[in-house]
């Protein structure tokens, strides 16, 4: 095998940066889980966020693109991103019990005295860690729900006399009478209703490290992309998926051997040792701070002109139109990266597969990421080639559809680890090389970091915080099931509409992958400008 010596930074720069934060960004869901956070303050932080590095991405780049320090900045914000993420495991512990485990079995329901609710009262409003919780109880064909208080003494939330009473007295009385007081009953409990961590230092460092860590990560990456085609050189935008594939390796790699390594430094501990993370963390942004001063920025002399000749292009209907559709592609991929989890543990409970559920979730991502995305980002550059780069998106669209619907009709969450290993690649891989190869191909020179961060920013930022906030909507007004459908149906859609647009207009006015666009500079313009004499 021969090694292409000049691609080999690139490709170790993408690895080690989306590894150094592979170590931690899939485990931040558990731990805000931990803490008491709900999906809804999640759901908004992530909203917010979006919008910042809407804003932030085409500011940086353009700030890349034009300062002569463009190696050195990039360099410390890589730094910043990878060490912000990791210091979100470090922060300080809340007080109280962690609810480490929803299920619980062969409890005494009689055992549990009710709780004093004037000293309850008191032991809130101090936040001292006494924490409440709402469960489902299962005693032989007999199911009531009821409220729980957990008290802040322990690490780990555990029913029994000493460390839970019931809440709800009137409720509670009225169940008692319904149950016998032999059944040991299997007990579900829903997260803590934990107002006081909103109001906690460790929460608002939370809010600040992650919204500025996925600022500025998603930054780096479409600034990378811009150096990726650079290297590349020109008329090469095919080859971008196989130098991309390898961010996608990194982050499956580093997040099953960080996820390894706490669980063994851990011993079955109640918390988790986040210290293996830190190494892990450390020696990756070593590894890519030597890459990123080996890597080649672009050297063209940068436009002097770069916003005027962005807005020049925004004039374009058919870019317009595509970048519709690139928001609408960054609406779906929220709904299958905040919600499809959520939908999969859901199923897990209605069809008796929770105590296997996190095995599942592990092959999902090994699925995603090592058979569907890596695939199509190495055969990404030949797909665009055969097909086009509108075809190419519009076959994206039409995988997206057809996965959500798989996804909502599966009977069991066995059914979707298949349906991630072949759909997560059209869908979500190929349509990211698609939409950041077409960005080249229409990009002037000189603008290639400002423009990429731009359409970038509508997939990413954009198209991510308005799927999350109607997901959100959708999922807790008609539930997991219908929310897919919808969307499913809305790609289809999608796929319709710009095939139609395509034809009938696009195709006449916008560069495909068979047509090589060059873009001069002004003074080269003007050397093979024909003037009309007078």
């Known amino acids: 095998m021969k090694i292409n010596y000049k691609h080999l930074c690139i490709k170790g720069h993408y690895f080690f940066f989306v590894a150094s934060i592979g170590v931690s960004f899939p485990y931040i869901p558990v731990y805000l889980k931990q803490i008491g956070v709900s999906p809804l303050v999640i759901g908004t932080i992530a909203t917010f966020s979006s919008i910042l590095h809407l804003i932030t991405k085409p500011v940086c780049g353009f700030i890349i693109d034009y300062s002569q320090w463009r190696k050195f900045i990039f360099i410390v914000l890589v730094a910043l991103s990878s060490c912000s993420y990791v210091s979100i495991f470090f922060l300080p512990s809340l007080p109280g019990p962690m609810l480490l485990d929803q299920h619980f079995q062969n409890i ?60 709800n007295v009137n409720e509670t009385s009225l169940n008692q009478k319904n149950v016998t007081n032999n059944y040991n009953c299997n007990v579900t409990c829903d997260n803590f209703e934990d107002q006081c961590v909103y109001t906690s230092s460790t929460f608002w460092s939370f809010v600040f490290l992650w919204s500025f860590a996925e600022t500025i990560f998603i930054t780096c990456l479409s600034i990378s992309d811009a150096m990726c085609f650079h290297i590349l050189g020109q008329g090469k935008q095919s080859k971008f998926g196989k130098q991309r594939l390898w961010a996608t390796m990194g982050y499956g790699i580093a997040a099953c051997l960080s996820g390894y390594m706490m669980d063994l430094w851990s011993q079955n501990g109640i918390y988790k040792n986040y ?146 290993l072949i759909l997560q690649g059209p869908s979500y891989a190929l349509c990211l090389a698609t939409i950041v190869a077409y960005t080249n191909v229409v990009t002037p020179p000189g603008a290639s970091a400002t423009l990429q961060a731009l359409v970038q920013g509508i997939y990413d930022s954009f198209g991510m915080s308005v799927g999350s906030l109607i997901g959100g909507i959708l999922y807790k007004t008609f539930g ?55």
């Open 275 to 420: 210290t293996p993370m830190l190494i892990l963390a450390l020696v990756f942004i070593c590894v890519n701070l030597i890459c990123c001063i080996k890597l080649e920025m672009p050297l063209e002399k940068g436009s002097t002109t770069i916003l005027k000749d962005v807005f020049i292009l925004l004039k374009s209907k058919s870019i317009v139109i595509f970048l519709c559709f690139v928001a609408f592609a960054g609406i779906l991929r929220a709904i299958k990266r905040n919600y499809l989890f959520w939908y999969l543990e859901d199923l897990a409970i209605a069809t008796g597969y929770m105590n296997r559920i996190k095995l599942i979730e592990g092959l999902i991502i090994i699925a995603e990421t090592f058979g569907g995305e890596i695939t199509f980002l190495f055969f990404s550059g030949k797909i665009i080639k055969k097909l086009g780069y509108s075809y190419t998106f519009i076959f994206c669209f039409v995988c997206s559809s057809l996965r959500l619907a798989l996804v909502s009709l599966s009977p069991t969450p066995w059914w979707i680890v298949p349906i991630e």
């Open 480 to 534: 997991g099931t219908i929310t897919m459908r919808i969307f499913s149906v809305c790609a289809a859609l999608s796929a319709l509409t710009y095939f139609i647009l395509y034809i009938s207009y696009i195709k006449h006015k916008t560069p495909d992958s068979r047509n090589n666009v060059k873009w001069e500079t002004p003074d080269d313009a003007h050397r093979h400008c024909v003037v009309a004499e007078t």
């Open 108 to 167: 005494s329901y009689a055992s549990l005295s009710t709780c004093d609710m004037e000293n309850h009262a008191l032991a809130i409003a101090s936040c001292n860690g006494t924490k409440d919780t709402t469960c489902r109880w299962i005693c032989n064909d007999m199911n009531s729900s009821m409220g729980l208080s957990f008290y802040p003494d322990r690490q780990r939330a555990i029913i029994s006399p000493d460390t839970a009473c019931l809440l």
